[in-house]
């Protein structure tokens, strides 16, 4: 039965979209130390039979690595960290590093993301993160603390199957072109002048390449955000602003995506240079707490 109204006909079939997982699907190895479920074709999986708690043997980090590279989001249930664990499992990647402005936990590592009826939700927005820094993150570990009874989930994009899928010639257009990031459009906004213009000393604005190359596995990506990402380099200001819009929006489309839905013990490791998240802010006034360590990463090329 056609559900069209009349006089308006459904679109025909269009080309099929093809989404690729890696730079080479055709080397895909089996995971033999964890069962790992995948949430989308492209992005997400769940990863079973690791205690992130306990030392790790190197064929199951060896595993784990190609996993995040594979898959960009990692996600494990019934975990049992504390900071010390927390930041001992991310330093397996690298080093953990001290965010410049959230709130932290036990360790200056650990960053506390706590809402609740007199702090709602403010992550509900597409980004990666840090991009503001010259060396944005490798990734973040992030735990739930407190959840709401309902709701409250994180959804990641997939930036490198986001860029295949733009048509040609915006990506020809996107060649060589690279676009500012700064902090103060986000975390700048709250700040007192004063202090505002301390950090600003600190935390000057940083440019990137917009379609940034993977350090690890080569894939092509976007690499704006809607929080970080002001404007790009050269362009007069209205065809940045409608240029980023439509780069931001690949992230909203629900083929790149996957969501993440926390229980207690829920851990989720996304790869920070290739993902983008959304932090689903519906759950209003019930309290939700997360506990984040994330890793030095290295200057996008
Ligand atoms: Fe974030």
């Known amino acids: 039965m056609s559900t069209a109204a009349p006089g308006r006909p459904v679109r025909p079939s ?20 964890f069962a790992l479920t995948p949430y989308s074709p492209t992005i ?13 043997a190197p064929e199951v980090l060896a595993e784990l690595k190609r996993a995040l590279l594979e898959w960009k989001v990692l996600f494990f249930r019934e975990q049992r960290l504390d900071a010390a664990s927390h930041t ?19 360790l200056p590592e650990v960053v506390r993301l706590a ?6 939700g403010v992550e509900n927005v597409w980004h990666s993160d840090v991009s503001f820094a010259p060396a944005p993150p490798l990734g973040s570990v992030l735990r739930a603390v407190e959840l709401p009874e309902v709701g409250g989930d994180t959804l990641w994009a ?6 295949d899928g733009l048509p040609e010639r915006v990506r020809e257009r996107l060649a060589g072109l690279r676009a500012v990031h700064d902090f103060l459009r986000s975390f700048g906004l709250l700040m007192p002048p004063a202090e505002r213009e301390r950090q600003r000393a600190l935390h000057p604005p940083v440019e990137h390449p917009v379609v940034r190359t993977h350090p690890e596995t080569g894939r092509e990506l976007i690499y704006v955000n ?7 380099v050269g362009l007069p200001e209205g065809e940045s602003a409608e240029l980023l819009d439509l780069l931001q929006a690949q ?6 995506q996957c969501r993440f839905r926390w229980a207690p013990g829920s851990v989720a490791f996304w790869d920070n240079r290739i993902t983008q998240h959304y932090a689903v ?4 006034p019930a309290p939700r707490v997360m506990e984040r360590v994330t890793i030095t990463g290295d200057r996008p090329r």
């Open 281 to 284: 802010s519906d759950y209003f």
């Open 115 to 120: 809402h609740d009826e007199a702090q709602p």
């Open 88 to 106: 001992a499992f991310a330093r397996h990647w690298g080093v953990p590093e001290v965010h410049p402005f959230l709130p932290k936990a036990a």
């Open 44 to 56: 997400g999986a769940e990863v079973e039979g690791v205690d992130l708690a306990a030392p790790l």
């Open 251 to 256: 992230a909203a489309h629900p083929e790149y």
């Open 158 to 163: 997939d930036m490198a199957a986001a860029y």
């Open 14 to 33: 269009v080309a099929a979209r093809v989404l690729r997982r890696t730079a080479d699907d055709t080397a895909l190895r089996p995971y033999r130390r």
């Open 226 to 232: 809607r929080v970080f990402t002001d404007r790009i």
